[in-house]
């Protein structure tokens, strides 16, 4: 892919409208999802993105090496963990608000520091330290409520468990992150994005046989637009990165949340709960510091950033 000039209106802008199409996409699986299990809610995601891709190697002229890997190991590892994350948060996403998925969700960048340290040796400063600890902080405000549920007769333990299912899929994801930043440097974004998305349709498709169901004629529509979504909001993420640094863009991640509130009070009657909203303050103060600091030590991530799929 050809290196474009700086141009950091059109990164934003690109970064803005890609955050939007994702959290479409989490409120169309949200949708669908109450009439499918996660496993078939991924395939559909996954497949009908595959569409959108291959066209988007064709106008790149791509689309006859584009593919091409030289670690298609790497490439399964990645997929069986990211694969993994979008499981779990479609899950969640059929169990808790729109919104407060999207607030667990913000711990993954946390703990991609947590798993630079312990995987990559990446050294951890103090900045970083107290970036983790404060995310941190307001996950576990976030969760608080839920995890109170286990010892409360009175209320449903369901939701704890969907929590608990997010925050391991954020995990996950953080995982994904890690094996993104060894695949780049061998791997191509367009490379990256086309085995991921092959990858996590045939996984998903491998659980047809646990138990898949047949939609509803308004939910298969939905879940055929979530893959859409899915697809689009991937390359306009990708394409973002060629316009501007990462330290740039990354900070407009965090308007899903804002997107999340509205969609999910609109369509789904979701209304926040302080500690929800509190917690969301405080992790999202922790991942811009973070990028903060990355951008301090001239960290150079943005092509790992740009092509990591996102899992809901």
């Given at each position: 892919?050809?290196?474009?000039?700086?141009?950091?209106?059109?990164?934003?802008?690109?970064?803005?409208?890609?955050v939007?199409?994702?959290?479409?996409?989490?409120?169309?699986?949200?949708?669908?999802?109450?009439?499918?299990?996660?496993?078939?809610?991924?395939?559909?995601?996954?497949?009908?993105?595959?569409?959108?891709?291959?066209?988007?190697?064709?106008?790149?002229?791509?689309?006859?090496?584009?593919?091409?890997?030289q670690?298609?190991?790497?490439?399964?590892?990645?997929?069986?963990?990211?694969?993994?994350?979008?499981?779990?948060?479609?899950?969640?996403?059929?169990?808790?608000?729109?919104?407060?998925?999207?607030?667990?969700?913000?711990?993954?960048?946390?703990?991609?520091?947590?798993?630079?340290?312990?995987?990559?040796?990446?050294?951890?400063?103090?900045?970083?330290?107290?970036?983790?600890?404060?995310?941190?902080?307001?996950?576990l405000?976030?969760?608080?409520?839920?995890?109170t549920?286990?010892?409360?007769?009175?209320?449903?333990?369901y939701?704890a468990?969907?929590?608990?299912?997010?925050?391991?899929?954020?995990?996950?994801?953080?995982?994904?992150?890690?094996?993104?930043?060894?695949?780049?440097?061998?791997?191509?974004?367009?490379?990256?994005?086309?085995?991921?998305?092959i990858?996590?349709?045939?996984?998903s498709?491998?659980?047809?046989?646990?138990?898949?169901?047949?939609?509803?004629?308004?939910?298969?529509?939905?879940?055929?637009?979530a893959?859409?979504?899915?697809?689009?909001?991937?390359?306009?993420?990708?394409?973002?990165?060629?316009?501007?640094?990462?330290?740039?863009?990354?900070?407009?991640?965090?308007?899903?949340?804002?997107?999340?509130?509205?969609?999910?009070?609109?369509?789904?009657?979701?209304?926040?709960?302080?500690?929800?909203?509190?917690?969301?303050?405080?992790?999202?103060?922790?991942?811009?510091?973070?990028?903060?600091?990355?951008?301090?030590?001239?960290?150079?991530?943005?092509?790992?950033?740009?092509?990591?799929?996102?899992?809901?």
């Amino acid at each position: 892919m050809s290196v474009a000039a700086p141009n950091a209106s059109r990164a934003i802008a690109l970064k803005v409208a890609s955050v939007f199409l994702f959290v479409v996409m989490a409120s169309l699986i949200k949708f669908g999802s109450r009439d499918v299990p996660p496993g078939e809610a991924v395939f559909f995601r996954s497949l009908f993105a595959l569409p959108v891709i291959f066209g988007w190697l064709a106008l790149k002229g791509e689309l006859a090496d584009g593919w091409k890997t030289q670690n298609p190991l790497g490439h399964l590892w990645r997929g069986l963990i990211g694969t993994s994350a979008m499981a779990m948060s479609f899950a969640g996403l059929a169990i808790l608000p729109l919104s407060e998925v999207k607030a667990i969700q913000y711990a993954a960048p946390i703990l991609v520091v947590v798993f630079a340290a312990l995987i990559l040796g990446e050294r951890i400063r103090k900045v970083r330290i107290t970036a983790v600890a404060m995310g941190m902080i307001g996950v576990l405000i976030i969760l608080w409520p839920r995890l109170t549920t286990l010892s409360d007769t009175a209320s449903d333990p369901y939701l704890a468990f969907g929590a608990m299912i997010v925050l391991t899929g954020s995990a996950c994801a953080a995982m994904a992150q890690i094996f993104v930043r060894r695949l780049v440097e061998t791997e191509s974004a367009s490379s990256i994005v086309f085995w991921f998305t092959i990858t996590s349709t045939v996984l998903s498709l491998l659980t047809a046989p646990f138990g898949w169901a047949m939609p509803a004629a308004d939910a298969f529509v939905a879940l055929v637009l979530a893959g859409l979504c899915g697809g689009v909001g991937q390359i306009l993420l990708t394409q973002s990165y060629r316009y501007a640094d990462v330290s740039v863009i990354a900070p407009f991640d965090y308007m899903s949340m804002l997107f999340a509130l509205v969609i999910g009070y609109v369509l789904f009657d979701e209304v926040p709960t302080a500690a929800m909203l509190g917690g969301a303050a405080l992790v999202i103060a922790a991942g811009v510091l973070i990028i903060w600091r990355e951008r301090q030590l001239g960290l150079k991530r943005g092509r790992a950033r740009a092509v990591v799929t996102r899992d809901g």
